[in-house]
């Protein structure tokens, strides 16, 4: 499978396009973090209610773990636009079979064919 140049233009702008929008995420995740991490009082200068402490903890864990998420993708967006610059988009980094179009229509940074990707897991 070979893409056109036009193809790969519009791939790239798809990337960029999700890589800017994974930024802003990052970027606002860890604003949200650092901002619930130095306040830990409410707007009366008041400690946090003991009650609440379970649930400060939990958002935070959930957040970092959706940054954590979110940079991952962000390398993965990374490595797809370097594939493309190298002539290798497309490609399973596995068994060096075309990935279905279908596949990275669908998850453009994809690296493995369905079934290679199924063999080594997430």
Known sequence: MSYSDKELANLR?????E??????????LSSDLRSSITDSSDENGLETHIGDVGTLTFLRERDLSVELSEEHLLNEI??????????????C???GME???????????????VEDQARVGV
């Open 78 to 91: 990374g490595e797809a636009l370097a594939r493309i610059k190298l002539g290798l988009y497309g490609t």
């Open 99 to 113: 990935i279905p179009r279908d596949r990275l229509e669908a998850l453009p940074w994809a690296v493995r064919c």
């Open 93 to 95: 980094s596995e068994c």
């Open 13 to 17: 702008n798809q990337l960029n396009t």
């Open 19 to 28: 890589r800017k929008r994974v930024i802003l995420n990052i970027d606002s």
